[in-house]
């Protein structure tokens, strides 16, 4: 590795995205480029979530004294594939989210020196993945809800998850019957409490949807992550669905979630060298695998490696006009290309349009634009109307 770039971003979400704990309407973020000597560049991006991101020169400066040094005139499969023991005070994350986008921009530029997609880099023998429709809309009108899981369906989608946890039942099980109504009874429905109860609210709660004709591909996060013990009695006590946990743990947290079976689906994301760890010791014990939301869908290729990984969330989160080809969702799966590497690249109209090298004030945001996987499957499906359109009038 020879060099390095970093560009800040900066600008409006399309929509408030979160769940019920937490909402969002800017992306802050920036991209990482990683540059080895024959001109191959490694991406990957780190993003915050509440506060701007400091100044361009900061961001640079700080990359330049505490990371590169570690990544200067090195290979990235040494560090890759390195294991080592921190201790103490070196048991701590990069600065500014550096930790995984330096490790996002590692596999790639790694699979591209191997000239392989980086799914086929992890051992993938695939090339899709089944992915949901996820809204993160718990804070979205009844409306406004309804227009975007319809926008969803429409785009070829059967399977949606939906954000729940508010302080009144009422309220969730009203925006399941939403949802039903929106997408129809076939569909299939996975919903996300993000820790919103106790192990006894969970199992009234579902007990509650049942009772309404709600049969759910699983349940996601119901209650705290570590309690263990509330949630392996959630999986004997709810046997008519699954229980999907592990988000929000760490790589020694997933690997006890994992081992203790309190969870009949981990959920995995971020880091890929961490994805695929633990992602392995489920293989081994025969345990579903779900990929949660990447930023850009980058875990579309761990997904694909991962003999276990069923699923992948697919977010419609507007921030793919960042790069040039954003990966493929097509009939309900997401779809790695045969560019090597992630399979795509920073565009040029993310360095034109959408840098901003200092924070923002307010009335200088722009709103980025619609997600560009959304703008082409509505292009697909309004062409595949005309034509069956055309076929019926020439009938």
């Known amino acids: 590795m020879t060099d390095f770039a970093i560009t800040r971003f900066e600008f409006k979400r399309d929509r408030v995205i979160g769940d019920s704990q937490v909402g969002f309407d800017r992306f802050h973020g920036f991209a990482l480029e990683i540059k080895d000597g024959a001109g191959r560049v490694g991406l ?5 979530l509440w506060d701007a991101m400091p100044a361009l020169a900061q961001l640079e400066s ?3 004294d505490n990371v590169w040094p570690m990544l200067d005139g090195q290979a990235p499969q040494t560090l890759l594939h390195r294991v080592s023991r921190p201790r103490g005070g070196n048991q701590r994350d990069a600065t500014y989210d550096f930790g995984e986008a330096m490790q996002i921009a590692l596999w790639d530029l790694a699979a591209q020196q191997a000239g392989l997609p980086l799914a086929d880099y992890l051992g993938g023998q695939r090339r899709a993945v089944r992915a949901y429709a996820s809204g993160l809309e718990f804070h979205l009108s009844d409306t406004d809800f309804c227009a975007f899981f319809q926008d969803a369906a429409d785009v070829g989608f059967t399977t949606f998850k939906i954000k729940l946890g508010h302080a009144d039942p009422q309220w969730d099980l009203h925006r399941l019957e939403l949802l039903r109504k929106t997408v129809g009874a076939d569909a299939g429905i996975m919903i996300d409490a993000n820790e919103a109860w106790s192990p006894k609210q969970a199992l009234m709660r579902l007990d509650m ?10 349940v996601e996060d119901p209650i705290l992550r570590s309690d263990f013990a509330g949630l392996r009695a959630l999986c004997s006590a709810e046997p008519w669905t699954q229980i999907n946990s592990g988000e929000y743990l ?5 690997a006890d979630l994992l081992m203790s079976r ?4 981990i959920n995995l994301h971020g880091r890929i060298s961490e994805v695929m760890r633990i992602g392995w010791l489920a293989s081994e014990i025969g345990l579903p695998v779900a990929l949660g939301n990447t930023t850009l869908e980058t875990g579309v290729h761990a997904a694909c490696a ?9 977010a419609f989160q507007n921030y793919d006009h960042l790069v040039d080809t954003p990966v493929e969702m097509r009939d309900g799966f997401a779809h790695v290309s045969d560019r090597p590497g992630l399979g795509f690249a920073l565009s040029d109209d993310a360095r034109r349009l959408w840098s901003a090298p200092d924070p ?5 945001l722009k709103t980025g634009p619609v ?9 697909q499906a309004a062409a595949e109307k005309t034509s069956s359109n055309l076929e019926e009038m020439t009938q």
């Open 62 to 64: 700080t990359f330049a």
């Open 371 to 379: 997600c560009a996987p959304l703008a082409a499957l509505r292009t």
């Open 44 to 48: 990957g991006f780190g993003h915050a």
């Open 209 to 218: 949807f049942r009772r309404a004709g709600f049969d759910l591909i699983w």
């Open 360 to 364: 923002l004030h307010e009335t200088a």
């Open 250 to 254: 760490d790589v020694a947290g997933r």
């Open 262 to 265: 309190s969870c009949d689906i």
């Open 306 to 314: 991962l003999p276990e990984a069923a699923w992948m969330e697919f």
